[in-house]
């Protein structure tokens, strides 16, 4: 089977990319399953229940998130309410919503997804490894195929996380620092893996934030309200082969794919 992963939405530039890239791509690969990191589709921050709708009417079929899941009041009562929307697992009991899910394509393949969140230069949470150990079991109860969304800062935790889970989950794709690397790689037990998947927005930015802010936000270091940036949208992203009966991935390629037309200030809302 071929899974779509689209890295992390940034804003109107990233949602504009998905709406004008994401039908074709389905067709032409072949497309089973589409996976979409949503934590900065509303403005760089945060994701609204609008926003999931316009989503989902766009063909995304499973959203993982991060640390900026919580930048929205709104975001709270969704996660309860979403059955599409995850939030990264490892966060303490009690907390809304939930991090793991078992969906079903258009062809009745089960997959897991499991979401989780690094500790490294982030938040103290439980610890990713021993959290993925139980729900990882828990899915491979239901379904070989498997995709770890890990939302993390440092380099070495996302590899570390990937060995660790090799030959027990399709793959392990990283997020969060909204720059595509070049390593993308299939684990000698099957698990694919890429350390970041980049980021569907506008890539004339700091990481999607307008150049003059997040600049002057490094000069003077007081609090500065970021606004997404316009110009030079790319969808980004992972395209994966599946094998069904074993949950190894066969294939993994990166995406990145420039919207070639998304550089008006004033098309679509943040």
């Known amino acids: 089977m071929n899974i779509l992963f689209i890295a992390d939405i940034f804003g ?38 609008e926003i999931i709708e316009e989503l989902k009417g766009l063909g995304i079929e499973a959203m993982t998130s991060g640390n900026h899941i919580w930048d929205r009041k709104e975001a709270l009562p969704l996660l309860d309410q979403e059955p599409l929307l995850l939030r990264p697992h490892n966060y303490p009991p009690g907390v809304p919503g939930r991090g793991a899910h078992l969906f079903t394509t258009r062809g009745g393949v089960t997959v897991g997804i499991l979401n989780l969140m690094g500790r490294i230069f982030m938040r103290e949470l439980e610890c990713p490894f021993r959290s993925a150990d139980r729900e990882v079991a828990a899915l491979r109860e239901k379904t070989p195929v498997i995709l770890v969304d890990f939302h993390a800062e440092a380099t070495a935790e996302k590899i570390a996380l990937a060995h660790y889970l090799d030959g027990r989950v399709s793959a392990v794709l990283g997020t969060h620092t909204h720059v595509q690397t070049a390593d993308e790689r299939i684990l000698p037990g099957g698990t694919g893996f890429l350390t ?75």
């Open 12 to 49: 109107s530039p990233g949602r504009r990319a998905v709406r004008d890239l994401v039908p074709e791509l389905v067709t032409s690969m072949g497309i089973d399953f589409v996976v979409a990191n949503v934590e900065n589709a509303a403005a760089g921050f945060g994701v609204t229940k």
């Open 196 to 270: 970041d998947a980049g980021m569907t927005g506008p890539h004339d930015s700091i990481i999607g934030v307008r150049k003059e802010q997040a600049i002057q936000k490094f000069l003077n270091l007081l609090p500065t309200r970021f606004e997404p940036a316009v110009g030079d949208a790319k969808l980004q992203g992972v395209h994966l082969e599946i094998d069904e009966t074993t949950g190894h991935c066969r294939h993994l390629s990166r995406i990145s794919i420039a919207l070639e037309t998304a550089a008006s200030p004033a098309a679509g809302r943040a």
